[in-house]
């Protein structure tokens, strides 16, 4: 089957055990991208997935806060799907009331505010994703009606897990998803990354069917279920391994993604020469 697009979480994934950008990837994936697009869907901020772009040497269509947020190749908007301002009041106000041991950031379009800028899980992810939060508990001054797309919340994996179940049977109305041990997302309704991959096919005019995805986490799950192919990442839990058409060779740090990439761009390229 020949590929036509790929698309890929990044942290994890893309990026080493430090959610940074591998060096060595970046002339593979600027001989990929030369092919075919890539395109990054992922919980982070745009600037964050922006930044590791740069990193890279790359462009293309980047998919935000799982898929809540989607801009085309040049920047562009083609979707954004937010939490009203009324519920996210509503909501961060529960996460302070009744979720104490969990560390809450905002997200919405490119701004990011938390609580405490100093909290060691602010600081953790501030280091991840190489951008700034800043402190404001002022939603409605720092969003307005536009409303915003995320909460992240942090903590240890047993708070998470809770946060997850508890949030879920609260807020029937937002989708709730963990996207690692330490960290779960919450978003509007109906925000997947799947949903971001048929929308960026359509961009692209082509069928899924010709895609392939790669991911390592609980919210990649309905991403690597739209595509003809997937690869999931060495380290992943049972179940993402189980959603995958296949355990990619190498792990995220031995350049799981490119390689492969490389690979199946270097057999479509031989087949077509037949």
């Known amino acids: 089957m020949a590929i036509k697009i790929a698309f890929s979480d990044v942290d994890l994934t893309i990026t080493d055990d430090e959610h940074h950008a591998i060096p060595s990837d970046a002339p593979i994936l600027q001989c990929v991208t030369q092919h075919i697009p890539l395109c990054l869907v992922s919980g982070r901020l745009p600037g964050g997935i922006l930044a590791l772009q740069r990193d890279l040497g790359i462009t293309g ?17 083609l979707y954004s799907k937010t939490i009203p301002l009324d519920l996210a009041l509503e909501v961060k106000a529960y996460l302070e009331r009744d979720l104490p041991d969990v560390v809450a950031g905002t997200y919405g379009f490119d701004k990011w505010i938390v609580d405490d800028a100093s909290n060691p899980a602010v600081t953790q992810e501030e280091y991840f994703v190489e951008v700034s939060a800043t402190q404001s ?5 720092t969003f307005g009606s536009r409303g915003i797309h995320k909460f992240l919340l942090m903590g240890k994996p047993d708070a998470i897990l809770s946060a997850e179940a508890t949030m879920c049977a609260r807020y029937p109305q937002l989708t709730v998803v963990r996207s690692s041990p330490i960290l779960c997302e919450v978003m509007a309704k109906g925000v997947s990354k799947s949903h971001a991959v048929r929308l960026l096919c359509r961009h692209f005019g082509v069928d899924p069917k010709d895609a392939v995805a790669f991911g390592d986490g609980p919210n990649d799950l309905d991403m690597l279920g739209a595509v003809g192919q997937s690869y999931v990442m060495p380290h992943a839990e049972e179940a993402v391994k189980r959603a995958a058409t296949h355990v990619c060779q190498w792990s995220n740090v031995d350049s799981g993604v490119a390689r492969t990439l490389a690979q199946l761009v270097a057999e479509d390229e031989r087949l077509g020469e037949r």
């Open 61 to 77: 269509p980047i998919a935000a806060f799982s898929g809540a947020y989607v801009l085309d190749e040049k920047g562009n908007e």
């Open 137 to 141: 508990r002022d939603l409605a001054g």
